[in-house]
């Protein structure tokens, strides 16, 4: 399983970016993904969470209201929409895959999924 992030950039404070992560090598309906971002001398944390239906989503605190996320199964591809984008938003950002059981589950947990993609640069000047 192959996950292609994409859509990174550099945008003002209140801006908008939406970024998209392409699965590719297996069946993308049968995965549960995640969105995190790791800021330069930060951890990997967690942003964004969708379960395999597509239909329950959850969020960090620090996001929730501003960033959503998506997932289009017959396009095999996840999306972070981001709205009112903030300084401290920041960082590289790497989707991830789970491969499911359960159409109504989503994770939290960096050690839940199985496969990553490569990272998309977010910069949000002040």
């Known amino acids: 399983v192959q996950l292609q992030a994409s859509g990174g950039g550099l945008v003002q404070a209140g801006g908008s970016l939406r970024l998209s992560c392409a699965v590719s090598?297996?069946?993308?309906?049968?995965?549960?993904m995640g969105w995190f971002r790791q800021a330069p001398g930060n951890e990997r944390e967690f942003v964004a969470a969708?379960?395999?239906?597509?239909?329950?989503?959850y969020y960090a605190d620090s996001v929730r209201g501003r960033l959503t996320i998506s997932k289009v199964n017959t396009k095999n591809t996840m999306y972070l929409q981001m709205n009112g984008l903030k300084p401290e938003d920041t960082a590289v950002y790497y989707c991830?895959?789970?491969?499911?059981?359960?159409?109504?589950?989503?994770?939290?947990?960096?050690?839940?999924?199985?496969?990553w993609g490569q990272g998309t640069q977010v910069t949000v000047s002040s």
């Open positions: 991830a895959a789970k491969r499911a059981y359960r159409s109504d589950q989503y994770y939290e947990a960096r050690n839940d999924y199985d496969y």
């Open positions: 090598g297996r069946t993308f309906s049968n995965f549960a």
């Open positions: 969708i379960s395999w239906s597509g239909g329950l989503t």
